[in-house]
């Protein structure tokens, strides 16, 4: 997918949502546990009730790789099923990867080639080398760390011994080849660092997790780091995806994301008016 086509996608929907698929079958409802694949059976059932609210889904891999070869199944089923059904969603692999040149070419050719995703969520810390080889990739994009949600961000992303490492990233990593197909992650519980970020990249595409059960305020991110093209996803999992146990839960998933949806049309509008 192309940056143009991400961007065509929020206008038609009136939407910038990105739904994380992280999955704990311990929250799952439990009538989906007697299903041959219950991770699949529930992916599937929040995706194709919706999908015409949000333009992006992130399955973090964690939640798939900690019931070993079943939950990678999983997570390649739900892939193909994005990619075959509705190929106009954006898809991100939440995986955090970032190694040695030869090895980070090799996580680029899984997720990009092997199982199709469009984004790869990147850590930076091992710098340009480590970067580069997914930004190969054409239509892929690498989104890169740069300022978390997590209370750890303190130890080094945020005036670690005076200098923010945070703007470091930014600034540094659009020296890199491909560098347009970078996108950044800053959390929405950093709302105060926002506009900061966004004088820093005022072209790239920011994914900000953190709104709705982590606390975070969709008002405040948006006044802070929408640009002209919007250049926004705005990321909510558990509260969306486990708004119910009930035999409704789909019903219930795709309710929670209406509300995010509907504020960011209006958002949209107010912005554009």
């Not at 692999?93 to 092997?114: M, P, Q, V, W």
């Not at 990147?122 to 080889?133: Q, T």
């Not at 660092?193 to 008002?219: D, H, I, M, S, T």
């Not at 509260?239 to 019903?251: E, R």
Request: hydrophobic share 40%.
């Amino acid at each position: 997918m192309t940056q143009t086509q991400l961007t065509r996608a929020i206008n038609d929907k009136s939407s910038f949502l990105c739904i994380g698929l992280d999955v704990d079958l311990d929250k799952i409802p439990p009538h989906l546990r007697q299903e041959e694949d219950p991770i699949f059976a529930f992916n599937k059932a929040i995706i194709d009730a919706t999908h015409h609210l949000a333009v992006a889904y992130k399955p973090n891999t964690a939640f798939y790789e900690c019931y070993g070869p079943k939950g990678w199944a999983a997570l390649e089923k739900t892939i193909a099923y994005l990619n075959a059904n509705y190929p106009e969603v954006f898809t991100i692999a939440d995986a955090k990867r970032g190694d040695i040149g030869n090895t980070s070419t090799r996580y680029a050719k899984a997720f990009f080639e092997e199982m199709g995703f469009d984004a790869l969520t990147i850590a930076p810390y091992m710098g340009r080398d480590s970067v580069e080889p997914f930004l190969a990739f054409k239509d892929k994009f690498v989104i890169l760390l740069a300022l978390t949600s997590n209370p750890g961000a303190f130890d080094f992303q945020i005036d670690a011994a005076g200098k923010d490492l945070y703007k470091e990233v930014l600034t540094t990593a659009q020296t890199y080849t491909n560098s347009e197909r970078l996108m950044f992650v800053v959390g929405a519980t950093k709302t105060e660092y926002l506009a900061q970020v966004r004088a820093l990249v005022p072209e790239a595409f920011l994914l900000v997790p953190g709104v709705g059960a982590q606390g975070g305020n969709l008002k405040e991110v948006c006044d802070h780091a929408l640009n002209d093209q919007i250049g926004l996803l705005v990321n909510s999992s558990r509260g969306i995806i486990y708004a119910s146990q009930g035999q409704d839960f789909a019903q219930a998933a795709a309710l929670e994301a209406m509300k995010l949806q509907q504020q960011m049309q209006q958002i949209l509008q107010d912005r554009w008016r």
